[in-house]
């Protein structure tokens, strides 16, 4: 089992920054995806960054230049660098991991959340 902790959201006014971090602990050896997902209400979950165990990185258009996603491996945390924050970033910011299991197949493990809201 893997437990995946989220922290450093809060509130931040437009332009503001926020570094969120994401903590796994556990069974924490095969994990080689991790990323950021959020939600605001009634809009669909979205992908916002993933990272690779390498360090190959995805972000959505919409945050590209602006966040940054990096990870420690050593640590099993995952970060999320959130610059130039714009209204439209607040939502409940997801963690995510996925596990290769011994028989190779994926799993996902998920945070609780934490929220993020950008307002003046």
Do not use: H
């Not at 570094?19 to 924490?28: D, K, N, P, Q, Y």
């Not at 990323?35 to 258009?61: C, F, H």
């Not at 990096?70 to 939502?91: C, G, H, I, W, Y």
Request: charged share 20%; hydrophobic share 30%; aromatic share 10%.
């Amino acid at each position: 089992q893997v437990q995946l902790v989220e922290s450093g959201g809060g509130l931040v006014q437009p332009g503001g920054s926020l570094r969120l971090s994401c903590a796994a602990s556990g069974t924490i050896f095969r994990i080689n995806v991790m990323g950021w997902y959020r939600q605001a209400p009634g809009k669909q979950r979205e992908l916002v960054a993933t990272i690779t165990s390498g360090g190959t990185t995805n972000y959505v258009d919409s945050v590209k230049g602006r966040f940054t996603i990096s990870r420690d491996n050593a640590k099993n945390t995952v970060f999320l660098q959130m610059n130039t924050l714009k209204p439209e970033d607040t939502a409940v910011y997801y963690c995510k991991a996925e596990q290769i299991r011994i028989d190779y197949t994926r799993y996902d493990y998920w945070g609780q959340g934490t929220q993020v809201t950008v307002s003046s």
